[in-house]
């Protein structure tokens, strides 16, 4: 948990791009394995067009978007559970929708004076 707080920081202070850590998150998460593996398949090695890879939280307060960040999914559900404000119903939806890796909109909570839109893309 160490490595990934550390990531976490340095992509908020700019050092990292979202996509330079989902790639060194998904190193560290990748299984190890004592034997060679068998070549993969055409469609183990590409990420499938249809499944969400980022999930996208936007916060507007005012009229006024204050939040607009992109998590890499290997790190967006355990990071879901870090959202101040979301009831545990909201965080199981962000989780399934993760696991489903289905994209578009999974949270929308809002009134005329700001919104919370969390979307997987």
Known sequence: MADVDKILRLVAEGALTPEEADEIL????????????????????????????????????????????????NIAGWASAYLPGLSDQDTERIRGAIASGVRGPIIDIGDEDGRVLITSE
């Open 26 to 73: 998904g190193a560290l998460n990748a299984p190890h394995q004592a034997e060679p593996a068998a070549e993969p398949t055409q469609a183990a090695r590409a990420p499938s067009q249809d499944t969400a890879r980022h999930l996208r939280i936007e916060v507007t307060e005012g009229g006024r978007r204050v939040v607009n960040l992109r998590v890499p999914m």
